[in-house]
């Protein structure tokens, strides 16, 4: 829970590069369509998001579960995304997300995988 928390205070600071940093090297994004997977890839598709100054992500995990060794996890919780529209607006998205975790020799957390569900 604490790796999760601490990737969503990182993100708020550092945004796309926080982002990109928190991912195993092998790391993968899902999306609509498929997976998309590695740095430059996942930096690519998040780029334009955090690229528009008003755009803020924040999410809180809800839950976590750890393999019987503690190299892998797993975190669900929910996020809230917000951005100015043209017109003035504040436009919130709300969802729940689904994080899968590494623990590297090193013993530092990399996302390997994660996944975000829109609400309706």
């Keep these: 829970m ?3 928390r601490a990737f969503a205070r990182d993100v708020a600071m550092r945004r796309v590069d926080a982002w ?14 498929g ?8 930096r690519e598709l998040m780029t334009p998001e955090f690229a528009d100054t008003t755009f803020h992500i924040r ?15 797993y ?16 436009v919130e998205r709300t969802g729940s997300y689904l994080t899968v975790w590494r623990r590297g020799a090193d013993g530092v957390w990399k996302v390997e995988a994660d996944i975000g569900n829109p609400d309706d």
């Design 2 to 4: 604490e790796a999760d």
């Design 20 to 33: 990109v940093d928190a991912f195993a090297d092998s790391g993968a994004v899902f999306q609509p369509g």
């Design 35 to 42: 997976a998309l997977r590695g740095h430059a890839a996942i």
């Design 59 to 73: 999410w809180e995990p809800v839950e976590a579960h750890a393999s019987p060794d503690g190299m892998l996890g």
């Design 75 to 90: 975190t669900i919780g929910r996020y809230v995304s917000t951005r100015r529209a043209a017109a003035g607006q504040v």
